[in-house]
């Protein structure tokens, strides 16, 4: 399991060391744990807080603030579990992680998503704190923000950011 030591550098002698990242594993794991906040944030806020709101009789705001803190935790948990169960049936070894840590680095799609997620949640806890501060509104903001990020992403790479922005200038235009 060498292969998979947080502190493995890229063996210069195979690779460029300007095309990968410096310590492949921590990009490859990051990138696992990162879709797992996401997915486990997504889910919560569509699924988890109308489900919990509705079975439990409560105030959809109250069902967020137990649902929302512990998803991105679910979420990245079954992430690295798969992880770990895909290694376990089919092992990366050194050049597959290499080359997944390759990829998710030069995928401005997956760096872009990731940024406005972290993006959502930084804001998210920026209006927490302000709003209603405690631990628990902090944390549910934080994965309501990554969320909203995600969603973010998906409306501007589907083009109807753009698509608005046209037609509020056509609409300018006109008066």
Same mark, same amino acid.
């Given at each position: 399991?060498?292969?998979?030591?947080?502190?493995?550098?890229?063996?210069?002698?195979?690779?460029?060391?300007?095309?990968?990242?410096?310590?492949?594993?921590?990009?490859?794991?990051?990138?696992?744990?990162?879709?797992?906040?996401?997915?486990?944030?997504?889910?919560?806020?569509?699924?988890?807080?109308?489900?919990?709101?509705?079975?439990?009789?409560?105030?959809?705001?109250?069902?967020?603030?137990?649902?929302?803190?512990?998803?991105?935790?679910?979420?990245?948990?079954?992430?690295? $579990?798969? !992880?770990?169960?895909?290694? /376990? *049936?089919?092992?990366?070894?050194?050049? +597959?992680?290499?080359?997944? =840590?390759?990829?998710?680095?030069?995928?401005?799609?997956?760096?872009?998503?990731?940024?406005?997620?972290?993006?959502? $949640?930084? !804001?998210?806890?920026?209006? /927490? *704190?302000?709003?209603?501060?405690?631990? +628990?509104?902090?944390?549910? =903001?934080?994965?309501?923000?990554?969320?909203?990020?995600?969603?973010?992403?998906?409306?501007?790479?589907?083009?109807?950011?753009?698509?608005?922005?046209?037609?509020?200038?056509?609409?300018?235009?006109?008066?």
């Amino acid at each position: 399991m060498e292969e998979w030591d947080l502190n493995r550098k890229v063996d210069e002698s195979k690779y460029d060391s300007t095309e990968l990242p410096t310590y492949p594993v921590r990009t490859f794991v990051g990138h696992v744990a990162m879709k797992g906040v996401q997915a486990g944030s997504i889910l919560g806020l569509a699924i988890g807080v109308p489900l919990i709101a509705y079975l439990r009789k409560m105030p959809i705001s109250k069902a967020w603030l137990k649902v929302m803190p512990i998803v991105p935790i679910i979420g990245t948990i079954g992430s690295l $579990s798969l !992880l770990y169960g895909k290694n /376990a *049936t089919t092992p990366f070894g050194s050049d +597959g992680i290499d080359d997944r =840590a390759f990829r998710i680095m030069h995928n401005k799609g997956q760096v872009k998503v990731d940024k406005y997620s972290v993006v959502g $949640s930084v !804001l998210g806890m920026g209006c /927490a *704190t302000v709003m209603a501060p405690g631990i +628990g509104p902090i944390f549910a =903001a934080a994965s309501t923000g990554v969320a909203v990020g995600c969603a973010y992403y998906k409306i501007d790479s589907l083009g109807l950011l753009d698509s608005v922005a046209s037609q509020l200038e056509q609409m300018k235009k006109e008066t």
